[in-house]
């Protein structure tokens, strides 16, 4: 797909923070710089090494500056980011390359710091893992930086104050580099490179700021200035936009503040079923900085907090204390709500730096999850002396994900009582009730559901991976994403099944996958009976809304007819005939739907 720079281009890539932007270009051209060879004399060999040695010093302290501002515009835990840049910076094994260059190849400080950096980003490029890709954007950032002391380049010190509104277009985007904008101007961020776990996408969505992802940059030609549109809830950008097009994008603007204001009277009412059923509407979160978020929407707390983003915006392990500023945080913010934490999930498409995963074949279906922490105890014993540590501060769960056989919860549960017995003997208190429950997101747990339910305080449904391992699907493998059917009646029933086991067990069940925000699923779960739906906290009102129109009756005679079809197909077809218009009259779908063009 080409287009000139005057002609009307629609290109896809990932949607990493939600919104809708429209404004003018503003185009930035990170490109690897290139530093020529230059070589010194033997002599130099010293001067040279001091001038390297001051140049890092100097960028640290760069860095430091970046991460104080951050930390004071956004929060600590954002602000963390830069930490793995110093980390580089100081990285002992990089840097005595670099000056094995200069004593022993003769090379200039800037050429050899440069041939390094070059040499360990192709390593990141070549490596299957998404989250060391990201990583890469990091290192050339910490190198460009070194270059440009080192060359006297004043581009390392810049300041952007630019006052007109702009969305930020860039083959990648860098912490550093973000911080630099004014967040009030910045309607929408652009880049090539850079998935969900980026350091980009993160400050993206603790900023508010709409963007998009895995842009093919040799299908654009633009302009500065250029209007563009971003749609960060769907991955779309359009260039040089049609009157139309802009029209349409304001429209869902404009509709989504509109809506904003009529639901945020439903902020503190509860979310009951026409008939007075209750269901517990929570928030699936990523960063401690989300909490204002969750309370703004009226949450009944925080379903499922990932607290493998604590792991994966650094290059070491979390200490024990700074897990525990997170979750004490989490706890205190939203007391007396309740807050899950999920334990450290790692692997699949998560790849945390201090745990050296790479060179996975199959990475989703192989070491990752609950399988990581029991093979490190230590690693899993410090997040647990963090959580067991904030129970007391405010109401506190505690949640396994991937259990895929009763063992595993076993261990897992005799490595939790090893870590209390632990707080005992250093005398520090916890909640001696603090309920654990695991996460039912394989058809093997789904089988052994009962046997679980008779060992966890709770279960907790997740249908993206449900979904993935029941139907054989990789859910981002654009091949076969159409195959990816979380209506499929494999899936439906198996959820039906756990529902079920848990009512006859006594425990509570919830879902926290991106089902549970589906208006049509969602009354599909009241009717099967679920106690709690998490989901972005963006969606909860509209959620709230939702479960105010439906009768818990109506929803569950429902469930016998959907569970009784035979495809996804059919399942939706049936789910929009009945319910549409229903939910068109109660506000919960618009009356005349905008196109995602």
Known sequence: MNGSSSSRLIVRGIPVSPGIAIGPAYLMHPERREVPKRLIAPEQVEAEDVRLHRALDRAQKEIEGIKNRVSGDIGDHEARIFDSHILILRDQEILETVFRDIRENLYSAEYAFYRQMNLLAERFDAA??????DHMIDLRDVATRVIDILTLSESSQAVLELSDPIVVFARSLTPSELSQFNPKNTLGLCTEMGGKTSHMAIL????????????????????????????G?????????????????????????????ELSGLRDLD???????HVALKANIELPVEVENVLHYGSDGVGLYRSEFLFLIRQEMPSEEEQYAAYRYLAESMAPYPVTIRTLDAGGDKLVPGLHITGEKNPYMGWRSIRVCLSNPGIFKTQLRAILRASVRGNVRLMFPMISNLQELRDARKILDETRSELRARGQIFDPDLEVGC???????????EELAREVDFFSIGTNDLTQFTLAVDRVNERIADLYEPHSPAVLRQIQTVVN????????????GEMAADPYMAILFIGMGMDELSMSPAKLLEMKRLTRA?????ARGCVRDVLRLTSASEIDRWLRRRFQEPLIKAGVLPKNPISNT
Not at 271 to 277: A, H, L, N, P, W
Request: glycine content about 8%.
């Open 233 to 261: 809830n769907t991955g779309v950008v359009i260039l040089n936009p049609s009157l139309r097009d802009i029209k349409e994008y304001e429209m869902k603007w404009m509709a989504h503040f509109v809506e904003e204001e």
């Open 439 to 449: 996460m039912i997101e394989v058809p093997a747990a789904v089988v052994l559901a």
């Open 501 to 512: 086991v848990a009512r006859e067990q006594g425990i509570p069940v919830g879902v926290c």
């Open 128 to 133: 299957a893992g998404g989250f060391l890709k």
């Open 204 to 231: 993206a969505r603790s900023l508010e700021i709409p963007a998009v992802s895995g842009l093919s940059w040799r299908d654009i030609r633009i302009e500065p200035g250029q209007t563009l549109i971003v749609d």
């Open 550 to 554: 439906v009768s818990y009756e109506e």
């Open 271 to 277: 979310s009951v079923t026409r008939d007075g059923k």
